[in-house]
């Protein structure tokens, strides 16, 4: 069986899911504010493809070890997250949508969920932390998802991926064709 695939951060969604999640939550709650020169060092060693999965686990750890673990109602707070900026969804993923899209994303799956279920995609693989701890239990990045992949969906071939970034090389190489996505601009490079 063959289905298209898709990254979800630049790609289906105009923008970076923690960076904006992150500065949604600062205006709520300025504690949130000591983590910003770490977050910052992230957001720009992912944009040039300059860290490990497990610097990424490091990265993020202190900001979710510390600050989402203590979070009341977290569910409460992503509804509004989306409330506001569902409409970042690209438009050109709405004409290419099939019922049995995938998303394969670094995005945190309790923040993913949510706008996927809004859009109408049943399967992703995502993130995810514990949420009484704040450690990951799995991060999809990098090399990484091809792995999660194959084990949620082991008889899957991937028909079109599509991506903003050279960091999802790994998958591309499992896919038949791959489409490049610069805001609402789409180029196959494969």
């Not at 949620?152 to 591309?172: E, H, L, R, W």
């Amino acid at each position: 069986m063959k289905v298209n695939v898709y990254d979800f951060d630049n790609t289906i969604y105009d923008g970076e899911t923690l960076v904006d999640y992150y500065f949604f939550f600062a205006r709520r709650d300025r504690r949130i504010l000591k983590y910003l020169p770490r977050l910052l060092v992230v957001a720009f060693k992912d944009r040039f493809h300059l860290f490990t999965v497990e610097q990424a686990v490091e990265a993020y750890a202190l900001f979710l070890e510390e600050y989402y673990v203590t979070l009341e109602d977290p569910a409460a707070g992503i509804r509004e997250f989306w409330d506001q900026r569902e409409s970042r969804i690209k438009p050109w993923y709405a004409a290419r949508r099939k019922e049995d899209d995938i998303i394969v994303s670094g995005t945190l799956d309790f923040i993913l969920e949510e706008i996927a279920g809004r859009i109408g995609i049943d399967r992703f693989i995502a993130s995810s932390i514990d949420s009484e701890t704040g450690k990951f239990r799995r991060l999809c990045f990098l090399d990484n998802k091809v792995k999660y992949f194959r084990e949620c969906f082991p008889d899957v071939q991937i028909g079109d991926f599509y991506t903003d970034s050279m960091n999802d090389k790994a998958m591309m190489d499992i896919s038949e064709h791959v489409y490049l996505v610069r805001k609402d601009k789409i180029t196959q490079i494969k």
